[in-house]
């Protein structure tokens, strides 16, 4: 693109603030970001009074010829309309108090908190790449309990994990190759980069569950499929369903055959036996015949059915694996640093230490003609030492 780009400049900056992190609300955020700045963007003009004047005018045009013409050769066309877009946001918070949400009765201990000093995140997005980087400041996530101890171990009801720092920094690139005027560029890589410091703290056993449960809870949230929302394109038609007319053998009456020549077998004398097996295994082998071919016939009408109960996704078999295969064949590349871990699970009179320093994990899809994807993962060095508390003195003598 040649023309001078717009350019939006977005600046926030937010005090002291309390916030309740919760999986669908991620989710939402992420839609509201597709529909901003995804494929399915549209713009509107604010000032046209009567949309449906409007809406008149475009249908006459889609029946004249000249709207099959290319964007460039018509009359009407205005390259001012097709300026690219650049957006630039920065947002920085301080003091964020968040609870982590997840499914609580009176007798439970509340949430987990984390406590953030500092929090900022910046995005440059132009017409061929979007760029993207999160900075967090030390951090502390704060887990209690209600089990009853002594009073000399009442500080492990609450525990505590420290992070001091935190850096995510995404790199996204655009094509406009094959696309007309009036589409957006197609993202065809995706790089992030994760680095965290030194993660450190101790908890309890009951404490560790609770923060299990609660990461289980975003998790799940964040990944619901029943709640998703529909994409505004609408599916086309590309092949017609067939129908097969039902089959008049049924499961039910083959079985019912079985039963009867099992019943004339042991009826007949043995004299005629040897005849009767012939004619059984004949008559087994047409029942078995038949049975199959109408295995086939009810398999071909649970697919008809479903495809009728399912979207026009499932008539579109070619096109729609295309599409939906698009983001598999975009090149992704993740990369995660951590300095190290110094994890200790405690309760009275006991502990248990995980050191783990350096770990460097890196993903990528590699789409070679061997290797579809490659995941490696390096950690230098690892120990773990489990330490005891005896209150009597030990005797060398004994």
């Known amino acids: 693109m040649t023309l001078k780009a717009d350019s939006v400049s977005v600046e926030l900056e937010i005090g002291p603030s309390v916030l309740l992190l919760y999986g669908t609300a991620l989710k939402n955020f992420m839609n509201f970001k597709e529909n901003i ?33 290319p964007l460039e050769l018509r009359e009407d066309f205005d390259h001012r309309n097709y300026r690219p877009l650049e957006v630039d946001v920065s947002i920085i918070a301080h003091d964020i108090q968040t609870h982590l949400l997840k499914n609580c009765t009176e007798k439970d201990p509340p949430c987990p908190i984390i406590l953030i000093e500092r929090f900022g995140f910046e995005m440059k997005k132009r017409y061929d790449q979007t760029e993207l ?10 887990v209690s309990d209600n089990v009853n101890r002594s009073s000399k171990d009442k500080h492990l009801n609450q525990g505590k994990l420290t992070l001091s720092s935190l850096q995510v920094r995404g790199h996204a690139m655009f094509s406009s190759v094959g696309q007309t005027l009036d589409q957006d560029t197609i993202e065809y890589a995706w790089l992030v980069e994760v680095q965290l410091g030194k993660l450190s703290g101790k908890l309890t056993s009951p404490q560790l569950y609770s923060l299990l449960a609660t990461l289980e809870t975003l998790t799940l949230l964040l990944m619901d499929s029943e709640n998703e929302l529909n994409s505004p394109k609408d599916d086309t038609l590309l092949t017609r369903p067939v129908i097969t007319k039902k089959s008049t053998v049924s499961s039910q009456n083959v079985h019912v055959q079985q039963v009867q020549q099992a019943l004339q077998q042991l009826l007949q004398p043995k004299s005629s036996s040897n005849a009767s097996n012939k004619n059984s295994q004949q008559s087994n082998s047409n ?78 899809n590699l789409h070679g003609k061997q290797v579809s994807s490659g995941l490696s993962c390096i950690v230098y060095s690892m120990s773990m030492r489990q330490l005891v508390w005896q209150p009597q003195k030990y005797n060398h003598s004994k």
């Open 37 to 69: 700045f995804g494929e399915d963007q549209s713009f509107t003009d604010m000032q046209q009074s009567n949309p449906s004047e409007n809406s008149n005018n475009t249908e006459l045009k889609s029946e004249d010829s000249s709207a099959n013409l």
């Open 133 to 142: 980087q999160l900075l967090v400041s030390p951090s502390v996530l704060l």
């Open 287 to 364: 029942v078995q015949k038949s049975g199959q071919n109408q295995g086939k016939n009810i398999g071909d009408k649970k697919k008809l059915e479903e495809e009728k109960k399912g979207s026009v996704r499932s008539n579109c078999p070619v096109e729609e694996n295309v599409n939906q295969g698009a983001h598999k064949l975009k090149y992704k590349l993740c990369r995660l640093a951590v300095d190290a871990v110094d994890f200790w699970l405690v309760e009275s009179g006991a502990a248990l230490q995980l050191w783990v320093s350096p770990v460097r994990l890196a993903n990528c």
